[in-house]
T-cell receptor
């Protein structure tokens, strides 16, 4: 069975600083990987996805993620964080039945 | 285009009561699913459906029932609510092999 681990429960960065959120997955086949963002009281919004091809994928809001098969990782990055990026971020992997398995989430706080 | 609509947004139940969380999508998506979100545990799959008339269990199905009589609707039923079912519930839909679209959630409290 697939699993997703997000090692960091909370991360605090200063506005304008760079950001990297870690995600490790366990899946037997080639994974389909996703990052979602959840603002307080809201549903989940898709940031980006990796299905195949270029291992560096660009998403919305200036985010990108890099798929590294050798490390079973799909880390999310942003060069310069804005205060509006404060939210909870979820990494997920999809199985053959099109069902997502989520990581536990990383809550991002942004200092002014 | 309404997307995925969940009702109600908030609900308080007493232990032993029953209720149905509604989910409707207007995008003609094949796949629909229910997740519950608990602090530190991410989202866990309760039940899912790959098409009308077809449902299956996810990771945490106990205490919940679903049905999929139409493509648009995928209600989640709690037959006898328990405090352990206090959570935020998300419905999602997608076409085959595509990212999920989520509703805005239902916050359920069982006292």
């Amino acid at each position: 069975a697939q699993s997703v681990t997000q090692p960091d429960i909370h991360i605090t960065v200063s506005e304008g600083a760079s950001l990297e959120l870690r995600c490790n997955y366990s899946y037997g086949a080639t994974p389909y990987l996703f990052w979602y963002v959840q603002s307080p009281g809201q549903g989940l919004q898709l940031l980006l996805k990796y299905f195949s091809g270029d291992t560096l994928v660009q998403g919305i809001k200036g985010f990108e993620a890099e798929f590294k098969r050798s490390q079973s990782s799909f880390n999310l990055r942003k060069p310069s964080v804005h205060w509006s990026d404060a939210a909870e971020y979820f990494c997920a992997v999809i199985d053959a039945g099109n069902m997502l398995t989520f990581g536990g989430g990383t809550r991002l706080m942004v200092k002014p | 285009n309404a997307g995925v609509t969940q009702t109600p947004k908030f609900q308080v139940l007493k232990t032993g009561q029953s209720m149905t969380l509604q989910c409707a999508q207007d995008m003609n998506h094949e796949y629909m699913s229910w997740y519950r979100q608990d602090p530190g545990m991410g989202l866990r799959l309760i039940h899912y459906s790959v098409g009308a008339g077809i449902t299956d269990q996810g990771e945490v199905p106990n205490g919940y029932n679903v049905s999929r009589s139409t493509t648009e609707d995928f209600p989640l039923r709690l037959l006898s609510a328990a405090p352990s079912q206090t959570s935020v519930y998300f419905c999602a839909s997608s076409p085959r092999d595509s990212p999920l679209h989520f509703g805005n959630g239902t916050r359920l409290t069982v006292t």
